[in-house]
């Protein structure tokens, strides 16, 4: 039973341009979600998080947006870099549970210079 | 100063056989979580343990087990090997093993094949 899905396997996106990865959650009881990078041959590494309180959070070339009644939740990347490319996941946490995250299923990430 | 490291970087078992795996947190840090992600889905949540206890359990059989040491390396065992255990087991480190989030940090993780 996926509870967080990220339903696009693959996005290639031209050097300087946005790149959206979206991710979607099935239980409204989530109350925080972060999204991760991956480089092949290392463990995934944070990028940025949003508490369900909020609606956007911004670092830098990195803005997660949070759609609570849509459950949905979105990274942009701009400008999108060759570097970026990698595999993201994003995942979700239910209040009060520490650190068991529900990972989504990735989408991996191509940027062409 | 070192990342969470894990051993061994690979391992080749097969069905009904156990294995053992490691993993040291980064200095300082006192909980470890254990991951597994078979090829084409995210890790999925195995356990956590912190200061030596068990603080959660994901959805896995009693095959699985694990173990925090004083020195807070963790080991993960699981027993009686399936087929459908040949993944990546990912192990992360956090500052603390509260209620509340923590940033954690993944090691490379150990790949298992089981033939």
């Known amino acids: 039973d996926q509870q967080v899905k990220q339903n696009s396997p693959s996005l290639s996106v031209q050097e300087g341009r946005i790149s959206i990865l979206n991710c979607d959650y099935t239980?409204?009881?989530?109350?925080?979600f972060l999204w991760y990078k991956k480089y092949p041959a290392e463990g995934p590494t944070f990028l940025i998080s949003i508490s369900s309180i909020k609606d956007k959070n911004e670092d830098g070339r990195f803005t997660v947006f949070l759609n609570k009644s849509a459950k949905h939740l979105s990274l942009h990347i701009v400008p999108s870099q060759p570097g970026d490319s990698a595999v993201y996941f994003c995942a979700a946490l239910f209040p009060n549970t520490g650190n068991q995250f529900y990972f989504g299923t990735g989408t991996s990430l191509t940027v062409i210079p | 100063d070192a990342g969470v490291t894990q051993s061994p970087t690979h391992l080749i078992k097969t069905r009904g056989q156990h294995v053992t795996l490691r993993c040291s947190p980064i200095s300082g840090h006192k909980s470890v979580s254990w991951y597994q992600q078979v090829l084409g889905q995210g890790p999925q949540f195995i356990f956590q343990?912190?200061?030596?206890?068990?603080?959660g359990r994901g959805n896995f059989p009693d095959r699985f087990s694990a173990r925090q040491f004083p020195n807070y390396s963790s080991e993960l065992n699981v027993n009686a090997l399936l087929l459908g255990d040949s993944a990546l087991y990912l192990c992360a480190s956090s500052l603390e093993g509260g209620l509340a989030f923590d940033e954690q940090f993944f090691g490379p993780g150990t790949r298992l094949t089981v033939l």
């Open positions: 239980n409204s009881m989530f109350d925080y």
């Open positions: 343990y912190y200061e030596k206890e068990e603080r």
